[in-house]
């Protein structure tokens, strides 16, 4: 079968295992049907961005030129929610898509994926924010209702637990053995004083999540279709955003979004 279209962050339906799909804009493949068999990715070198331009190139999430100089989408805050400003009614780049986006109920969590982290998303992204970073338990830890104040509380807890994956790590292991609730409960501490009032000292259930992998490869090495603009594996597991090959070759396919390309499997 061959499929064409532009490359977006795998959809996953959180059942055990997790379903994935990828998304070719006219086409849903269910990937997980394809683990055992040859796949191919062929790029055309053209990237499709987020306003629709085709472009050759793209800056950091894949934004062209333009849309990353001016979108409140691919502004600093996206990365840094301590740094978002609507909740003090002040605009950075579009002040009613930055309230929309920003004054609306936020989660802080902790979750094991290479190792213990912490993170922020909207309450709407539980869980697939922890499905797309490849880990296998978590639990939130305060809700806040705007994104600054997630960043806030970040900001300080980040002093003792990373806030970052280590890919390579979560790729070649299943994730490490972690008390989450003990962690949890320890945080608070740390947490600013005037920001107390948001720990969810009730909601205490850790998730569980299962990724579709049998066995981890010894060691894994990143693909990236820039550089390998036709490429074939066999499919091993998949985690996270990440194909993995029999041959330890894994594909972040969120760090292709909108990479123009032809799609087949050998069935
Ligand atoms: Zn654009």
Redesign the pocket.
């Known amino acids: 079968m061959q499929y064409s279209g532009d490359l977006k962050k795998i959809t996953t339906q959180n059942t055990k295992p997790v379903k994935y799909y990828l998304d070719l804009g006219d086409d849903f493949i269910e990937l997980n049907n394809l683990i055992g068999k040859q796949i191919n990715f062929k790029y055309t070198k053209k990237i499709k ?3 629709g ?1 085709i472009v050759d190139k793209v800056y950091r999430q894949n ?2 030129y ?2 990353f100089y001016s979108l409140p989408q691919a502004s600093e805050s996206i990365m840094k929610p301590e740094l978002c400003k609507a909740h003090l009614n002040e605009e950075v780049r579009d002040i009613e898509w930055e309230k929309e986006f920003e004054l609306k109920p936020h989660i802080v969590y902790l979750a094991v994926s290479s190792g213990l982290k912490v993170g922020v998303t909207r309450k709407t992204q539980i869980p697939t924010r922890w499905i797309d970073q490849g880990a296998e338990s978590a639990i939130e830890f305060a809700e806040v209702p705007n994104r600054y104040l997630a960043g806030k509380i970040e900001v300080e807890l980040k002093q003792h637990v990373s806030d970052k994956t280590s890919w390579q790590k979560m790729l070649k292991n299943p994730a490490p053995e972690v008390d989450l609730l003990e962690w949890k409960n320890k945080l608070y501490d740390f947490m600013p004083e005037d920001t107390k009032q948001y720990f969810l000292k009730d909601r205490n259930n850790v998730h569980e999540i299962e990724f579709p992998i049998d066995s981890y490869p010894e060691k894994v090495k990143s693909i990236k279709l820039d550089k390998h603009i036709d490429y074939s594996g066999k499919v091993k597991a998949i985690k996270g955003q990440y194909i993995i090959f029999e041959n330890g070759d894994v594909i972040n396919i969120r760090s292709h979004e909108g990479y123009i390309v032809e799609f087949s499997f050998k069935s």
């Open positions: 961005c987020f306003c331009k934004f062209c333009e849309c």
